[in-house]
């Protein structure tokens, strides 16, 4: 006959020695409760924490899953990276400035995209303002693209002058024929 063992229900119902095999043998607590109330006999996970308790046996918490969320550095190793499939050469300064303005370029573009839709959602009314982050990441991508290919100084010609001429230079009528 059984011993009633910690005079918790599960031993009540004879079933103490049994869990602690089934803990033992490395059976989840879960699967144990299922187990148990698949007799008859359901108990709450606090219950079998604490009949486990009554018999000094550690309760499996869930390791391996605790593990997995341990946030490990990221690896910085600048030098390792591979320019191969840029089809770069990194010893000529043009190619890799036109690369840099190419990927910029294709971020305002895509950031564009976002800030128009957007704004389209506010003039058709689906919402009710531009949101902050948008117009912010916008402003980002212009500023960026701006500041890797000069567009600035293209877009507003009279800043174009003022720099020519702060360079001590003058700018005659023919720079027309230069746009373009
Ligand atoms: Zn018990």
Do not use: W
Not at 17 to 38: C, H, K, W, Y
Not at 61 to 71: A, F
Not at 164 to 177: D, F
Request: net charge neutral; proline share 3%.
């Amino acid at each position: 006959m059984e011993s009633l063992g910690c005079g918790c229900k599960i031993c009540k119902a004879g079933f103490g020695d049994t869990v602690n095999e089934m803990i033992f043998g490395q059976i989840e607590p879960v699967a144990v409760l299922r187990f148990l109330d698949s007799k008859g006999c359901k108990v709450s996970d606090k219950l079998l924490r604490k009949h486990l308790s009554a018999f000094s046996i550690h309760y499996p918490e869930k390791e391996k899953e605790l593990n997995r969320l341990v946030l490990k550095p990221v690896p910085n190793n600048v030098t390792d990276i591979n320019f191969d499939e840029y089809k770069i050469d990194l010893s000529n300064p043009e190619i890799t400035l036109e690369l840099l303005q190419k990927i910029t370029l294709k971020v305002f573009v895509n950031q564009s995209r976002i800030t128009l839709e957007a704004q389209r959602k506010v003039i058709e009314g689906e919402a009710l303002d531009m949101p902050k982050e948008t117009m912010r990441n916008y402003a980002t991508a212009l500023d960026m693209l701006d500041k890797c290919t000069g567009l600035s100084v293209t877009v507003n010609q009279q800043k174009a002058i003022q720099t020519v001429e702060a360079m001590g230079l003058t700018i005659q009528n023919t720079i027309q024929n230069v746009q373009n």
